[in-house]
């Protein structure tokens, strides 16, 4: 990987997802394991920006008025008991400039990093992320974020279908469902890698360096 080619996704490390407070614990999903790849996402974090490579953060959620929520969708979440557009202590749960719907403060965007709100699970749906990536030449992507078997694998395979080479950062990566999780990484490698590969992060930051060491 070219970190001049190379982006960085953090896909929807959002206090809605992350904080007891949240989307994902009203819908009885366990924040603890969710909050697992922090540490991992902050580290590519740092390095990406030190190397310079493009950074675009992901929020999932809808309009105020809901108007961009399909009723399967909004259907699925009562049934959970996490109805989207509902009150929660950090607010209306998935809604757009609500408390919950921002990032984590651990995992807050710097002002010149592209910030990309989409209403589905992918992050081309309904958004200009492929604009940003055409724009800056990118050719590679790293992906990181929660949660691994929907957002994330949701990206990743469209991206595929788009023609980007892509890695899934195992550790940075994370899931209320351990075992989905470990199932979601092991979909990439098969057929010789049909949805690119998986690393952890320390083996993809110490490519990146050796990268751009070999480049100056």
Do not use: W
């Not at 490390?13 to 949240?22: A, H, S, V, Y």
């Not at 490579?53 to 008025?65: A, F, I, S, Y």
């Not at 996490?82 to 950090?90: H, K, Y």
């Amino acid at each position: 990987m070219n970190p001049a080619r190379t982006a960085l996704l953090v896909i929807d490390m959002q206090r809605d997802f992350l904080d007891p407070g949240g989307y994902a614990a009203a819908a009885g999903m366990n924040i603890d394991t969710l909050r697992h790849p922090i540490q991992a996402v902050r580290k590519l974090l740092g390095v990406a920006r030190r190397l310079g490579m493009l950074v675009v953060h992901t929020r999932e959620g809808h309009r105020t008025d809901l108007a961009d929520c399909p009723p399967a969708k909004l259907a699925r979440s009562r049934a959970a008991g996490a109805e989207i557009g509902s009150a929660g202590p950090l607010g209306r749960l998935l809604v757009r400039g609500e408390f919950g719907h921002d990032f984590i403060d651990e995992l807050q965007p710097l002002p010149d990093e592209p910030v990309v709100d989409k209403p589905g699970y992918g992050a081309f749906h309904q958004t200009d992320l492929a604009h940003i990536l055409q724009n800056r030449g990118i050719r590679d992507l790293i992906l990181a974020g929660v949660t691994t078997e929907v957002c994330v694998h949701s990206t990743l395979r469209e991206a595929v279908d788009r023609g980007y080479r892509c890695v899934l950062a195992a550790d940075a990566c994370g899931s209320a469902h351990p075992h989905l999780h470990e199932a979601a990484l092991q979909m990439v490698a098969v057929e010789g890698g049909v949805f690119g590969r998986v690393a952890a992060s320390d083996s993809l930051i110490a490519e990146l360096e050796n990268r751009q060491r070999e480049a100056a």
